[in-house]
């Protein structure tokens, strides 16, 4: 059975930061492609970052490119997403989601946005930024 478990969310205020941690079993794990979506308070869920297997190319959203890093610990089962500079738009529910295929990378860097059509989802973790 497929487990993702994510934590780190918190309040934190702006220009601050946080790393989310997304902590995944019933898989093989470095097989996997793994990404972080949020969802805001009225908004649609948004794709922000994901990394493939094998290679480890990435993808950021615009909005958050040169201030979240998506970073991953095999030995651990563990996929992170640190992030900086955080402001208020950055606030809302953090999802972490993982796929065999590495279809969802290879399309968001040719896109330039992530599909939602991923395998398996977790909870989410609450981030609040205060301005």
């Known amino acids: 059975e497929v487990q993702i478990v994510e934590s780190g969310g918190g309040l934190v205020q702006a220009g601050g930061s946080l790393r989310l941690a997304c902590v995944a079993s019933?898989?093989?794990?470095?097989?996997?492609?793994l990404g972080w979506f949020r969802q805001a308070p009225g908004k649609e869920r948004e794709g922000v970052s994901c990394i493939a297997p094998g290679d480890g190319r990435t993808y950021y959203a615009e909005s958050v490119k040169g201030r979240f890093t998506i970073s991953t610990d095999n030995a651990k089962n563990t996929v992170y997403l640190s992030m900086n500079n955080l402001n208020a738009e950055d606030t809302a529910v953090y999802y972490c989601a993982a796929d065999s295929s590495p279809y969802h990378v290879r399309m968001a860097l040719a896109l330039g946005v992530m599909d939602h059509d991923w395998d398996s989802w977790g909870r989410g973790t609450q981030v609040t930024v205060s301005s």
């Open positions: 019933g898989f093989t794990f470095e097989d996997y492609a």
